[in-house]
T-cell receptor, first 116, second 114 residues
Framework: EAQVTQNPRYLITVTGKKLTVTCSQNMNHEYMSWYRQDPGLGLRQIYY???????DKGDVPEGYKVSRKEKRNFPLILESPSPNQTSLYFC???????????????FGPGTRLTVT | AQSVAQPEDQVNVAEGNPLTVKCTYS??????LFWYVQYPNRGLQFLLK??????LVKGSYGFEAEFNKSQTSFHLKKPSALVSDSALYFCAVSPSGSARQLTFGSGTQLTVLP
């Protein structure tokens, strides 16, 4: 089954404790991205990657890191989480894009992160 | 800067009635426009997109959207709503031929009442 998987699905952590949220897709997509979803703000892009070893900042990259060493994986790293990073995070992938905009994205199920 | 407005946080409609979820946008040049749907505890699912061509775009699950350049709108429609259509709907825009990326609206919660 074609899918995007994320782990963990739920995470409660404390300020400053480094964490990684994994994302993997089995569709051989070149384009992958991370979003955060906050009430009333829709989805905001954190980082995206157009292929292996090619990553770039989205609208809200501060406090996050990413890496793309393999085509299928795109982990999101929070080196020193803070309470304002409490949010619902989505990973997505796509095989088609224009400029930097993906034309049809497949989303993972989401990771709900709480930082206390 | 590009932007998307979904003026209604909540839309309620009776089952069997037509539904409309509104979206207006602001972008330089010609837009690429998208609708995504999010069911509870799920990721977003792609519904349809407008890139070029016919202003009426048909998508998944019987949904369609009409691109109106003069009104800078891309409203989502369905002739007959189902209770199972109840979900959160997001409009998104990107300028074509540009290096800019996708911008999402804040979402509209659609509730179809039995």
């Amino acid at each position: 089954e074609a899918q995007v998987t994320q782990n963990p699905r739920y995470l409660i952590t404390v300020t400053g404790k480094k964490l990684t949220v994994t994302c993997s897709q089995n569709m051989n997509h070149e384009y992958m991205s991370w979003y955060r979803q906050d009430p009333g703000l829709g989805l905001r892009q954190i980082y995206y990657s157009m292929n292996v070893e090619v990553t770039d900042k989205g609208d809200v990259p501060e406090g996050y890191k990413v890496s793309r060493k393999e085509k299928r994986n795109f982990p999101l790293i929070l080196e020193s989480p803070s309470p304002n990073q409490t949010s619902l995070y989505f990973c997505a992938s796509s095989s088609r894009w224009s400029g930097r905009a993906p034309l049809e994205q497949y989303f993972g199920p989401g990771t709900r992160l709480t930082v206390t | 800067a590009q932007s998307v407005a979904q003026p209604e946080d909540q839309v309620n409609v009776a089952e069997g009635n037509p539904l409309t979820v509104k979206c207006t946008y602001s972008v330089s040049g010609n837009p690429y426009l998208f609708w995504y749907v999010q069911y509870p505890n799920r990721g977003l699912q792609f519904l349809l997109k407008y890139i070029t061509g016919d202003n009426l775009v048909k998508g998944s699950y019987g949904f369609e959207a009409e691109f109106n350049k003069s009104q800078t709108s891309f409203h989502l429609k369905k002739p007959s709503a189902l209770v199972s259509d109840s979900a959160l709907y997001f409009c998104a825009v990107s300028p074509s031929g540009s290096a800019r990326q996708l911008t999402f609206g804040s979402g509209t919660q659609l509730t179809v009442l039995p």
